[in-house]
């Protein structure tokens, strides 16, 4: 069944609203907020708290990126003596520990691993995350992000992790999130009632909500793609470019999911990665990278398709599957689909 915000009503956005005023810390507004959890055992609230933990570690390294080359670039050492990790390892690292300490997660698929790892606990959660996307930018100080998709495992606790604990499709999630290192660093998440927008205060060492309960813009003006592959794209996907520029939309691409997702998210826009020749299923990952904003999206009252079909019912087959990727706006997706 379709999770959809666009069902919740203005009353209850409303009472949300006044649950939760701006500056409520992330910590008491998940406490607060456990009761909604259909399986409200606190093991979801604190993995939620790992996941802020372990990005409040990421975004002192990825501040420090910079300074990092200064002391010792990748394959040296630093000044401590320590081997030098390119950044998105070390998100990795540190993600990977602080769910593995936490206890609530059995398994996690993560972008920077071939194979799902096991964790050996007795947790309930599967977690599929990329702990640091938008490499490219990282050497040159450009936003980047982390995104993450939680389950429930499918087979009992305390049993060997399966293949349908594993590969479970996007409308399975029971929350999401990213965390933008931007000129502010966000944390923005979804349960399936709504998304929230927390703000990092660094010399406090917390997040607090700055954004509640966001809504993307049923329409927008931006439009978000790698026009320099644009000989490469269908005819479709061509002709929606030419549509948007016809209409003086404006394109802003930054080339981090996170960071043109969260605009969108912000202003109204659309999202898109579609099949190119290099990557004819698109090159942006299911698992880890699409789905999570899938289910953000329609929290929001946007949309998420292959151009085609909705992401969130797409079914897995494999931990590092591809998929093309329009997101954003609900009439910009359904927009540009028309032109199929
Ligand atoms: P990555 O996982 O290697 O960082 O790739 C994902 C990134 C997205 O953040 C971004 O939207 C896209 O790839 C940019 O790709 P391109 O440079 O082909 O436009
Ligand atoms: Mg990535």
Not at 62 to 86: C, T, Y
Not at 107 to 124: H, P, T
Not at 269 to 296: F, H, S, V, W
Request: with cysteine; glycine share 8%; hydrophobic share 35%.
């Amino acid at each position: 069944m379709q999770r959809s915000f666009n069902n919740t009503s203005a009353a209850s956005i409303e009472s949300s609203r006044i649950a939760h005023p701006i500056g409520t810390a992330l910590d008491r507004f998940i406490k607060n907020n456990q009761a909604q959890f259909q399986y409200a055992s606190g093991e979801l609230s604190q993995l939620l708290r790992d996941i802020a933990l372990a990005s409040k570690v990421v975004n002192r390294e990825v501040n420090k990126a910079g300074l990092i080359d200064i002391m010792g670039a990748v394959g040296s050492q630093n000044m401590a003596g320590d081997e030098q990790q390119k950044l998105d390892v070390l998100a990795n690292i540190r993600f990977t520990r602080a769910l593995a300490k936490g206890g609530e997660v059995c398994a996690l698929v993560s972008e920077e691993s071939e194979s799902f790892v096991d964790l050996n606990n007795e947790g309930q959660y599967m977690i599929a995350i990329d702990p640091l996307d938008g490499s490219s930018n990282i050497d040159v100080n450009v936003s980047i992000g982390t995104i993450f998709s939680i389950y429930r495992r499918k087979s009992p606790a305390g049993t060997p992790i399966q293949q349908i604990d594993i590969l479970q499709k996007g409308s399975d999630q029971v929350a999401a999130g990213y965390v933008l290192y931007g000129s502010s660093t966000m944390l923005v998440y979804t349960t399936g009632h709504g998304v929230n927008g927390f703000t990092y205060e660094p010399t406090l060492g917390e997040y607090f909500l700055s954004h509640p309960t966001m809504r993307i813009p049923e329409d927008g003006r931006i439009y978000s793609i790698n026009e320099g592959l644009t000989n490469s794209f269908a005819a479709p996907v061509r002709d929606y470019i030419q549509f948007c520029k016809d209409e003086n939309y404006s394109a802003r691409y930054v080339g981090s999911l996170v960071a043109d997702f969260h605009r969108n998210l912000l202003k109204g826009g659309i999202y898109i990665y579609p099949a190119t020749a290099k990557d004819p299923n698109g090159k942006l990952r299911l698992m880890y990278e699409c789905n999570a904003l899938a289910y953000l999206a329609e929290q929001a009252g946007g949309s998420a398709t292959t151009g085609k079909d909705r992401i969130l019912d797409i079914e897995l087959k494999d931990l590092h599957q591809r998929t093309a990727f329009y997101v954003g706006s609900r009439n910009m997706v359904e927009k540009a689909a028309s032109f199929s």
